[in-house]
């Protein structure tokens, strides 16, 4: 985050806010051995990063002539030079970000780990196996694309490892673990264990299925340095790329194995996965299993974007009236020799919005939403480039295959033309520090918004929100307060009123002799459920102006007319009902730019903003696809609107509507008490609190408490009313727990426990985490808590 400071015209306070003590904990524990970060902020910073990077150890990049290491990968994210394969194969490209990331990880296919290591050792039978001389095989860029289909061909039609596996002498399986020690040591080394704080590397890899050239492929990012081994790739997990066998053994072998692993998995490309990326939850259990091991998906990277899909020349859209919704597109639905559906058969779940609004319907069918994605972008590199994201300088991401500007425009815009890829996005990502922990923990909770690739920063919070006001100081302090972020879940926090939104973002300040594009624009985007079960959408417009008149200079390029350096907005929902599950995620929109093929066109004697841009293209040579646009084209725009997506924030009947909390810390251990009172507009129907089990949880980087019943422990007092007494003398006298259930389902829980002890509390203003677990419903809320007169508080 080496650009941040002085970021804002109106002040740094506006994005780290004010009011938190500098000393106050994070809501999480450290997992791993490294120095405290001198730069902390309880309100959190935005760390700018790119999850999903392919070096040379993935097979599709070397084939291309990639030569560049997961270390070399690493190198540039911070700053340093690699050299790129031109056309011929040779590494003569220099290449360096303008500015370096935050974090990075370098996530190179699995499958073919141990294949890649032994066609490329000399000392091994299969080096002379027709595969792997095809694998290092330096030719064009058409052959090195002949060659991977060659090579990578099992993994949509018959998956599995090659033939020559199973040849004596050739140990495949021993070869991918080499790679996969070869990719951790290349992450820790890359890793400021410092109290810099400069960068972060997590060790990670790709899971790629491909079924029938439809992507299911994940990223999965571990927390630390304590990972499985060997790593779990497609071939042994098959089940037609379906992710139940994925996360069985990242159970098994991280999660339950006692080795201080943790892991996440984030799906990407499901613009081109056929539909099946997200198919219906068997049960109940099978969309939290899913809530949990999948809490982000990649919405945005060099093959498309994901959010949304509209037709420009139809007119129509994928479930969908949003024409900002023609943004970056490719015609397919799944990669291969396929050709594109039409609209009316395009798969509704290819597109990340309409499988929001699903996962709406199974949480108000099911009590449990297994598609609650919070938004991350990437590059999806294969040229170990993480964050090489510049229109105005794009220098491909497939090796020697698209190294110069004919390459990039080359193929069918219809069947798969290079043209249609981007240069990708960019994942952010609001936490306390740049550590793996606070990065990991960040991700885990969804405060995270992705980029089409350019550094805006973007706040989003739901909630209560009382006395939050643009331009405060206290704007983020107080959001926390009586609000959610990004990510988060909220319920009827205004009883019939609409919960308030806040948002504010502020415009990529560029680079040293590159300026940022001013906002045009910040949109709030709802999808919600009614009664009968039927999704819905809508797009508000909370702030700037869509009709600003900004646009491009025609002949430079540069941009031109009024904008917004920050845009900010406190929205309520003027359609919102209560007793419908939605959620909200903001848009922010820049004002127009050049996309890359613009000027790559333009560099080459086409201008696609030109009258005669078909004349112009027919006299310069192969370059029709420079003329595509609006006007002949579903999705093509030589002029684009760059964005940033908040993750969503999800309101749901059934979250907690009102958290007032005190816990008295004064005098000993032994004697602290917890005064509590939770509000939910609709518990689940027919719960039945006498015969559930009960957990109430609160902590922060410690747990502070943890009062655990068994069923039974509630007695029904009378109609919807049950009380928990301390009959055993486990808390202190007078101890009580309280829990009524009224009309149409409200419940309220009352706490009163004595005799605590509260210890591990930080005395301090901080993120406090309350959880509370009956039978198999779950109500969590993290708020900051205020100190007053030795006691820690929360009320919204």
């Known amino acids: 985050m080496k650009w941040f400071h002085g970021l804002?015209?109106?002040?740094?306070?506006?994005?780290?806010?004010?009011?938190?003590?500098?000393?106050?904990?994070?809501?999480?524990?450290?997992?791993?051995?490294?120095?405290?970060?001198?730069?902390?902020?309880?309100?959190?910073?935005?760390?700018?990063?790119?999850?999903?990077?392919?070096?040379?150890?993935?097979?599709?990049?070397?084939?291309?002539?990639?030569?560049?290491?997961?270390?070399?990968?690493?190198?540039?994210?911070?700053?340093?030079?690699?050299?790129?394969?031109?056309?011929?194969?040779?590494?003569?490209?220099?290449?360096?970000?303008?500015?370096?990331?935050?974090?990075?990880?370098?996530?190179?296919?699995?499958?073919?780990?141990?294949?890649?290591?032994?066609?490329?050792?000399?000392?091994?039978?299969?080096?002379?196996?027709?595969?792997?001389?095809?694998?290092?095989?330096i030719t064009d860029p058409d052959g090195m694309n002949a060659n991977n289909t060659t090579f990578s061909s099992r993994l949509g039609f018959n998956p599995g490892h090659h033939g020559f596996c199973t040849d004596p002498g050739v140990d495949c399986e021993g070869a991918a673990e080499l790679v996969w020690q070869e990719t951790q040591a290349a992450a820790e080394a890359a890793y400021d264990r410092t109290e810099f704080c400069s960068f972060t590397s997590f060790i990670g890899y790709e899971h790629t299925p491909a079924p029938l050239g439809a992507h299911l492929h994940r990223n999965v990012i571990f927390r630390n340095e304590n990972v499985p081994s060997p790593v779990v790739s497609y071939f042994e997990t098959l089940q037609n790329g379906a992710p139940q066998a994925l996360w069985s053994s990242l159970e098994d072998n991280c999660l339950d194995a006692g080795i201080g692993c943790d892991v996440l998995t984030i799906p990407h490309n499901s613009n081109f996965s056929g539909g099946i990326r997200w198919p219906d939850p068997s049960d109940a259990a099978d969309a939290a299993r899913r809530q949990a091991r999948e809490p982000l998906v990649e919405i945005y990277q060099h093959k498309a974007a994901s959010e949304c899909r509209f037709d420009q020349l139809l007119g129509l859209g994928a479930d969908t009236t949003d024409e900002l919704c023609a943004f970056e597109q490719d015609p397919r639905s799944r990669q291969g020799p396929f050709p594109p559906p039409p609209l009316a058969n395009f798969p509704r779940r290819n597109m990340v919005r309409n499988t929001l609004k699903d996962g709406l319907r199974f949480d108000q069918s099911l009590g449990v939403n297994p598609f609650r994605l919070g938004f991350v972008g990437g590059t999806d590199t294969h040229n170990g480039t993480p964050g090489a994201t510049e229109e105005d300088n794009f220098s491909g991401h497939r090796g020697g295959a698209d190294a110069t500007g004919p390459r990039q425009l080359s193929g069918d815009p219809i069947g798969g033309s290079q043209v249609r890829f981007s240069p990708g996005g960019l994942a952010v990502v609001w936490a306390e520090e740049n550590s793996r922990d606070a990065l990991f923990e960040a991700m885990q909770r969804r405060e995270t918004y992705a980029t089409s690739?350019?550094?805006?920063?973007?706040?989003?919070?739901?909630?209560?929100?009382?006395?939050?006001?643009?331009?405060?100081?206290?704007?983020?302090?107080?959001?926390?307060?009586?609000?959610?972020?990004?990510?988060?879940?909220?319920?009827?926090?205004?009883?019939?009123?609409?919960?308030?939104?806040?948002?504010?973002?502020?415009?990529?300040?560029?680079?040293?002799?590159?300026?940022?594009?001013?906002?045009?624009?910040?949109?709030?985007?709802?999808?919600?459920?009614?009664?009968?079960?039927?999704?819905?959408?809508?797009?508000?417009?909370?702030?700037?102006?869509?009709?600003?008149?900004?646009?491009?200079?025609?002949?430079?390029?540069?941009?031109?007319?009024?904008?917004?350096?920050?845009?900010?907005a406190i929205w309520r929902d003027p359609d919102f009902d209560r007793n419908e599950h939605a959620f909200y995620y903001a848009r922010a929109i820049e004002n127009p730019t050049c996309r890359w093929s613009t000027r790559v066109c333009k560099s080459l004697g086409v201008d696609p903003l030109a009258a005669d841009c078909e004349a112009q293209a027919a006299i310069a040579g192969d370059f029709e696809n420079c003329c595509l646009d609006a006007d002949n084209d579903s999705f093509a725009q030589p002029v684009i609107q760059e964005r940033a997506w908040s993750s969503p924030i999800w309101y749901r009947p059934e979250a907690v509507a009102k958290l007032n909390a005190r816990a008295t810390l004064r005098g000993e251990p032994g004697t602290h008490r917890l005064r509590l009172a939770l509000g939910i507009y609709r518990l689940p129907s027919g719960l039945d609190p006498s015969q559930a089990e009960f957990e109430l949880t609160l902590r922060d980087d410690d747990e502070i408490l943890t009062v655990a019943l068994p069923a039974g422990s509630f007695i029904r007092k009378g109609p919807g009313q049950y009380r928990f007494r301390d009959a055993s003398g486990t808390f202190g006298r007078g101890s009580q727990i309280n829990l009524r259930i009224g009309p149409r389902d409200r419940g309220t829980l009352r706490v009163d426990l004595r005799g605590l002890d509260l210890q591990n509390a930080d005395r301090v203003e901080h993120m406090i985490e309350v959880a509370m677990n009956l039978g198999s419903y779950t109500a969590e809320q993290t708020r900051l808590w205020e100190v007053r007169n030795e006691s820690l508080r929360v009320k919204n």
Request: charged content about 20%.
């Open 453 to 568: 690739g350019t550094r805006p920063v973007l706040r989003f919070f739901g909630g209560k929100l009382k006395g939050v006001r643009c331009h405060d100081p206290a704007f983020v302090a107080d959001s926390y307060k009586t609000g959610a972020p990004m990510g988060s879940e909220i319920g009827a926090v205004r009883g019939r009123s609409s919960p308030r939104f806040a948002v504010l973002a502020a415009k990529d300040p560029g680079a040293a002799g590159s300026p940022g594009t001013d906002l045009q624009r910040v949109q709030i985007v709802k999808g919600w459920v009614d009664a009968q079960g039927d999704t819905h959408e809508r797009v508000y417009e909370v702030a700037g102006d869509p009709a600003n008149g900004a646009g491009v200079d025609p002949t430079s390029c540069e941009p031109v007319g009024p904008g917004s350096s920050e845009l900010c």
């Open 8 to 137: 804002s015209v109106l002040g740094c306070f506006m994005w780290v806010g004010t009011g938190a003590a500098e000393d106050a904990p994070p809501p999480w524990s450290r997992t791993e051995t490294r120095a405290d970060c001198a730069t902390f902020d309880p309100l959190r910073l935005p760390f700018f990063g790119d999850p999903h990077v392919h070096t040379s150890f993935s097979m599709d990049s070397y084939i291309r002539a990639t030569r560049v290491t997961p270390t070399d990968a690493y190198a540039f994210a911070q700053g340093g030079t690699v050299l790129l394969a031109d056309e011929s194969g040779a590494s003569t490209r220099p290449a360096s970000l303008a500015r370096p990331l935050d974090f990075a990880a370098v996530t190179d296919h699995a499958e073919y780990f141990g294949e890649v290591r032994e066609c490329l050792s000399p000392g091994s039978p299969a080096f002379s196996d027709p595969l792997c001389e095809a694998l290092r095989e």
